[in-house]
């Protein structure tokens, strides 16, 4: 496939999966029913499949790889702490208190990944 449609996909993928956490994350917070509705839960499990499917892609394409280039490693753990985090958030935490305290360090990580994307430095240095 052509690496401009691919980067697209990525980037079409990231904006949803960065937008319907956010639309969870606030919907969390007002302490919505709608939060358990099941296609709220099963989209996000098919939006970052493409997520992760593009980033691997992409990554291939251009023959740079997690652990071996520090800005693909920074993204790979930037994500793990955005899902782990994330879902501590949306599910797992006991109280309203840790679920918002994940909630930010959940934005702060993707806000990092999407930093460490467009400087391609873990740094985030030019
Ligand atoms: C939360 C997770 C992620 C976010 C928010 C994200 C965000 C982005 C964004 C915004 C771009 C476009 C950058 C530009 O316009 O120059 C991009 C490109 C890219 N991403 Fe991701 N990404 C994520 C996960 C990953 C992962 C896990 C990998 C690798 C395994 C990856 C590999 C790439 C590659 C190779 C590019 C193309 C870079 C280029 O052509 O300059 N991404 N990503």
Request: hydrophobic residues 60%; glycine residues 8%.
């Given at each position: 496939?052509?690496?401009?449609?691919l980067?697209?996909?990525?980037?079409?993928?990231?904006a949803?999966?960065?937008?319907?956490?956010?639309?969870r994350g606030?919907?969390?917070?007002?302490?919505s029913?709608?939060?358990?509705?099941?296609?709220l839960?099963?989209?996000?499990?098919?939006?970052?499949t493409?997520?992760?499917?593009?980033?691997?892609w992409?990554a291939?394409?251009?023959?740079?790889y997690?652990f071996?280039h520090?800005?693909?490693t920074?993204?790979?753990?930037?994500?793990?702490?955005?899902i782990?985090?994330?879902?501590?958030a949306?599910?797992?935490?006991r109280t309203?208190?840790?679920?918002?305290?994940?909630f930010?360090?959940?934005?702060a990580?993707?806000?990092y990944?999407v930093?460490?994307?467009?400087?391609?430095?873990?740094?985030?240095?030019?």
């Amino acid at each position: 496939m052509d690496y401009l449609a691919l980067k697209s996909i990525h980037v079409a993928s990231v904006a949803l999966s960065l937008g319907g956490f956010l639309a969870r994350g606030l919907l969390m917070l007002a302490g919505s029913p709608l939060l358990a509705a099941r296609w709220l839960r099963i989209a996000p499990h098919v939006v970052d499949t493409v997520l992760l499917a593009s980033a691997l892609w992409l990554a291939a394409a251009i023959r740079q790889y997690p652990f071996v280039h520090g800005w693909l490693t920074a993204k790979v753990l930037g994500l793990l702490v955005y899902i782990g985090f994330g879902t501590i958030a949306l599910r797992r935490g006991r109280t309203r208190r840790i679920r918002a305290s994940a909630f930010c360090i959940a934005l702060a990580a993707a806000a990092y990944v999407v930093a460490v994307a467009l400087t391609r430095s873990p740094l985030l240095s030019r």
